[in-house]
């Protein structure tokens, strides 16, 4: 359990940043699976991952965040699930191994974009099994861990989990509170960690991820119980912006730096970054870090001083937040 062992060494661990708009970067066609890529183009894939082991990250995870067969039945390509999940670890093995310090090889594992029943079609079974099948090929390309992401549905991450614990992977899970300070299911920070309070295994960390906008998260870590476990704090770089036909995120490597130092201050112990953040974002951020030592609990007037307003906040779009519970109970 590498994560675990760095974890007892280190106050605060580097993930790395975004893998699909560096991807799209290199060429990567719009529409196109990102998960093809790990048997079409290994050699951008390697990059990728070096590029972030070369910035300071700790953490590398690996291009497989549509990896269920439900993403890649979009492309056609349900019947790789376990091949495309293993090569994509397999490259980040390589990367990692030949490191001349421990990296951590995280196996994405993002939502399977079913909805569960009883809103959805998606089984508890059904999901379960589709993430087994995405857990079996990371497994044996070497990932160190399962890395559950961008999660809204608290059923959706305990199948996930559960199937992590079937294949022997420790795991942690993140969730995305980008409706209102809730997820987009009406899940809020504080209850996170109770997610998998009834699994035989615990997390090795919970925590946020993507989102919308750096300060909109740290206020998610700041409302998470960070003594009952290790919190992890992803955050998008700044704000995304769409200009023509591409999405463009605002965030600087110095605001980037600024939340990294916020994000431990917060309590978080992982620190990356999400959509939009480069191998350059990442660089700042390993500097912040290793050049400052961890300070006071920030308050969100601070952050936003810093970092900018909150761009969904938990008063606001309270309507929504009812309808979803109203659905959940129907």
């Not at 990692?96 to 508890?124: K, Q, Y």
């Not at 770089?237 to 591409?246: E, S, V, Y």
């Not at 969100?300 to 810093?306: D, G, P, S, V, Y």
Request: glycine share 10%; charged share 20%.
């Amino acid at each position: 359990m590498l994560l675990s062992e760095l974890l007892e060494k280190r106050d605060c661990l580097l993930a790395d940043g975004a893998t699909g708009t560096n991807l799209f970067a290199m060429g990567l066609p719009p529409g196109h699976a990102p998960e093809a890529w790990n048997a079409d183009e290994p050699d951008k894939i390697r990059a990728n991952y070096q590029s972030f082991v070369d910035a300071g990250s700790d953490i590398i995870l690996t291009n497989t965040f549509g990896g269920t067969r439900y993403r890649l039945m979009l492309h056609g390509l349900e019947d790789r699930a376990e091949e495309l999940n293993r090569l994509g670890a397999a490259l980040a093995r390589q990367v990692a191994d030949a490191a001349n310090r421990p990296i951590v090889v995280a196996g994405s594992m993002g939502p399977t974009g079913e909805l569960m029943a009883p809103l959805g079609r998606m089984t508890h079974t059904d999901a379960a099994a589709a993430f087994a099948e995405q857990a079996r090929g990371l497994k044996a390309g070497g990932a160190d861990v399962a890395w559950i992401e961008t999660m809204s549905a608290p059923e959706e991450m305990r199948a996930a989990a559960e199937a992590a614990i079937a294949e022997g992977l420790p795991y942690v899970y993140t969730a995305s509170f980008d409706t209102a300070g809730r997820t987009m299911m009406g899940l809020p920070p504080e209850l996170l960690a109770g997610v998998a309070a009834t699994l035989p295994v615990p997390p090795v960390a919970f925590g946020a991820n993507c989102g919308v906008g750096a300060s909109d998260l740290l206020l998610a870590v700041l409302g998470m119980a960070t003594e009952t476990g290790v919190v992890i704090a992803k955050a998008n770089c700044g704000i995304p912006q769409i200009r023509g036909d591409k999405v463009v995120y605002t965030g600087t490597p110095e605001l980037m730096a600024a939340y990294a130092r916020f994000a431990r201050d917060a309590g978080a112990r992982i620190i990356g970054g999400c959509c939009g953040t480069t191998p350059e974002h990442i660089r700042a951020m390993r500097l912040a870090l290793d050049t400052s030592e961890r300070g006071p609990r920030p308050d969100l007037a601070e952050i936003t001083a810093a970092l900018g307003p909150l761009i969904a906040p938990p008063a606001a779009n309270t309507e929504s937040i009812r309808h979803v519970r109203r659905r959940r109970r129907a």
